[in-house]
Nanobody, 127 residues
Framework: QVHLEESGGGLVQPGGSVTLSCSAS????????MGWFRQIPGKEREFVAA????????YYADSVKGRFTISRDNDKNAVYLQANSLRPEDTAVYYC????????????????????WGQGTQVTVSS
């Protein structure tokens, strides 16, 4: 059974940073793309970042490119999201998710590309 659990959210001042972690109980973790999404109440869940392999195929939403960094540690079955230069509009519940196989062609940026989801962690950017 697949279980994903996020941690690391909280209240951050504008311009600050936060590191989100996701622990995954997934057999053959390294065989799957891992992604981060976020959602504001009343809005659709939106893509943030996805990683196929470290140092390889990595994708970011334009809104976070240059500010956020996704990484993974296959030995620990974990994926991380380092979020810097945070803005109030980054306030959301952040979810990690297990995506398709690493052989998936193209950028897995749709909610429908992901099968398993964590429960989410709240990030609030406010002074």
């Amino acid at each position: 059974q697949v279980h994903l659990e996020e941690s690391g959210g909280g209240l951050v001042q504008p311009g600050g940073s936060v590191t989100l972690s996701c622990s995954a109980s997934i057999a053959t973790f390294s065989s799957y793309i891992m992604g981060w999404f976020r959602q504001i109440p009343g809005k659709e869940r939106e893509f943030v970042a996805a990683i196929v392999e470290s140092g390889g195929r990595i994708y970011y939403a334009d809104s976070v490119k240059g500010r956020f960094t996704i990484s993974r540690d296959n030995d620990k079955n974990a994926v991380y999201l380092q979020a810097n230069s945070l803005r109030p509009e980054d306030t959301a519940v952040y979810y990690c998710a297990r995506g398709p196989s690493i052989y998936f062609p193209g950028a897995p940026a749709e909610v429908s590309d992901y099968v398993y989801w964590g429960q989410g962690t709240q990030v609030t950017v406010s002074s």
